[in-house]
């Protein structure tokens, strides 16, 4: 494996697990939240699953639609550059 291979797989790692630790953040706090204001810990945590669900189904969409954009966008430079 190449240095720039190394890199590019730390990077995807990192990413990763960045991604990860910011969403069992997110469901914490949204929990813990749900448990203050209910004052029920199921409640809370309940709430903390169905926000991560959510947002997991959001976050795919948009990066969904992002892609698509790029890529129009990336055949768009394409064609320009072939004139």
């Given amino acids: 494996m190449t ?4 890199i590019k797989r ?3 790692i990192t990413r990763i697990k960045r991604a990860i630790s ?3 953040i997110s469901i ?3 929990s813990l939240v749900g448990w ?3 004052g029920d810990p199921l ?3 309940s709430i903390g699953a169905v926000d991560a669900i959510i947002k ?3 976050y795919y969409t948009h990066e969904t ?3 698509k954009k790029m890529s129009k966008d990336i055949k768009k430079i394409k064609i320009r550059n072939e004139n």
């Fill in 3 to 6: 240095k720039k291979e190394k």
């Fill in 10 to 12: 730390y990077l995807m």
């Fill in 22 to 24: 910011a969403r069992v």
């Fill in 28 to 30: 914490i706090v949204t």
């Fill in 36 to 38: 203050a204001i209910t």
């Fill in 43 to 45: 409640i809370g945590l």
């Fill in 56 to 58: 997991i189904c959001i």
């Fill in 65 to 67: 639609i992002w892609e």
